[in-house]
């Protein structure tokens, strides 16, 4: 009886909400289901944020010093800008990873406006949002499915993409301008910038549509996650060989084979012998000359002569020498040859080893 009291109040306080406040988007579902079921809401309702472009409406992404993040979403494919960042409530497509589930099934400037049947909440977290949505897919009981409400300018591409001016007449463009006085009317910045970018010769023709996206599924995390948790090995297990990959050479990619410090630790830290074979013989590389010993005198930088790069010194060694340390703790490998042949120590333990030594005596 209480629940429908409270669902009939609910039904009724949404009739008389002005549908400017529907257009805000300002409750998320589970404030919805609070609200129903509990007359009112004892949190703050998030509030979409102050000058929040809406792509639907034509407004674009504002220009600023940093470019736009750009984001992957997990194992959906999808990479896109959130617009006002996590607190925003549009997210424009960028690409879509080859291979994902994602790929063919997007264009680039596609908006998506929500997920799984509910509008994103400005205000909110997108990042929370996508992830639980995520994780609620990959469940078994689920199949995998997840949806997203997408909204699509037909002309997006056609304005913002490359044009082929091959065949352009210049003399009609020519006279097209000679013949045109708008040139002297005074218009609002924002008119003008759309009238640059095309809007007028490319207008905007919406369409709405949902997609659905088949993502793997996983058994559900446990409750001492990440420890004996079927899904957390599972997912380790598919890291670690896209990382295997970083260290395997291509004869055909000169890119390849390179490896990285963060990679190496964690192959090293899977316990695994193959992975620390990978990272043994990667130390030994070219490519791992961030761990070689140093090919000058220690402390020759701080010379006056010393024409060598001097930047972000305690920066670079910092993280190196840490990463280093580590790698030597957890394997005691403490040498690499050289093309000489001759046994060097690794940079770090190198400058360790008197104190080591002493402490072993």
Not at 120 to 127: E, M, N, Q
Request: include cysteine.
């Amino acid at each position: 009886m209480n629940t429908l009291r409270f669902s009939t109040l609910a039904v009724a306080m949404a009739c008389l909400v002005p549908s400017s406040f529907a257009a805000e988007r300002t409750l998320t579902p589970e404030q919805m289901e609070k609200l129903a079921k509990d007359g009112e809401l004892d949190e703050e309702v998030p509030t979409r944020p102050a000058q929040l472009p809406d792509l639907t409406k034509g407004d674009l992404i504002p220009p600023s010093d940093d470019k736009p993040q750009i984001w992957t979403f997990g194992p959906t494919g999808l990479a896109g800008i959130m617009v006002g960042k996590f607190q925003g409530d549009q997210i424009q497509v960028q690409a879509t990873l080859k291979g994902s589930p994602a790929e063919g099934k997007f264009l680039p400037g596609d908006v998506i406006t929500g997920i799984n049947g509910e509008k994103f909440v400005a205000g909110a977290h997108l990042g929370y949002v996508i992830g639980n949505a995520i994780v609620e897919a990959e469940r078994e009981k689920n199949a995998g499915k997840i949806t997203f409400q997408v909204w699509r300018d037909e002309n997006y591409v056609k304005r913002f993409g490359k044009k082929d001016v091959s065949g352009v007449d210049i003399e009609k463009l020519f006279d097209k301008a000679r013949d045109d006085n708008t040139l002297y009317d005074w218009k609002p910045e924002e008119e003008r910038a759309k009238e640059v970018l095309g809007f007028d010769e490319y207008p905007i023709i919406p369409t709405t549509f949902d997609v659905e996206l088949i993502l793997r599924v996983f058994p559900d995390y446990s409750d001492t996650a990440p420890y004996e948790c079927p899904k957390t090995a599972q997912i380790l297990e598919d890291a670690w060989k896209v990382l295997e990959k970083r260290f395997v050479a291509d004869p055909k990619n000169p890119r390849s084979g390179r490896g990285g410090i963060i990679e190496s630790m964690a192959l090293v830290a899977s316990g695994k012998p193959e992975h620390r074979k990978l990272v043994h013989d990667w130390v030994r590389s070219k490519n791992g000359k961030q761990w070689h010993p140093p090919t000058e005198p220690i402390g020759a930088m701080f010379e006056p002569d010393y024409k060598g790069y001097k930047g972000y010194q305690s920066w670079h060694h910092g993280f190196t020498g840490l990463s280093c340390a580590l790698y030597y703790e957890a394997t005691g490998d403490d040498s690499q040859c050289n093309e000489a042949g001759q046994r060097d120590r690794l940079s770090i333990p190198g400058m360790f080893a008197p104190v080591v030594d002493r402490e072993k005596e």
